[in-house]
């Protein structure tokens, strides 16, 4: 890969750059994805999804052809993850919700559960994100537990 398309690449993969922060990379990429979720309108965030996945596969495959398996510049693969977690954001919690969403997500996917874990070990930019996209799905279903609790 050479030239513009190689910028482009890497800009798709590390999120607009956020994966050469010096500190947590992945959270500032989750966290640039749950800024972009609430600036988005309602109506168009779940028909977004394919999209973004699309995105993140093409971002990871190109990050993982620049600059290995699964590097920690590779970011757009937290977009997808919090994104799917931002999903489930109980709408009685407001902005808080989307933050509690960002927070699951990043706590699946920096622990590993299983099945993250066992995502996590595929050697492909698909296994880059796969992993993530567990840990969103695992974030999703505590929101949905916890929310179907709520008194409200």
């Known amino acids: ?73 590779v970011t757009i693969d937290e977009v997808a993850g919090c994104w799917i977690a931002c999903l489930a954001a109980p709408e009685q919690w407001g902005p808080w919700g989307t933050v509690a969403a960002l927070v699951l997500f990043r706590v699946f996917d920096i622990a590993k559960p299983w099945p993250v874990r066992a995502l996590d070990r595929i050697d492909s930019g698909l296994g880059i994100l796969l992993d993530d996209v567990a840990a969103g799905l695992m974030a999703v279903a505590v929101l949905l537990a916890v929310s179907s609790f709520q008194p409200f």
């Open 1 to 73: 890969m050479k030239g513009p398309g190689k910028i482009f690449a890497g800009a798709v993969a590390a999120t607009l750059w956020t994966g050469y922060f010096p500190w947590g990379p992945g959270t500032v990429g989750s966290i640039v994805s749950c800024v972009f979720f609430l600036w988005c309108p309602e109506w168009l965030r779940l028909p977004l999804l394919p999209g973004i996945l699309l995105l993140s596969w093409a971002g990871c495959s190109a990050g993982k052809a620049l600059w290995g398996k699964d590097p920690s510049r």
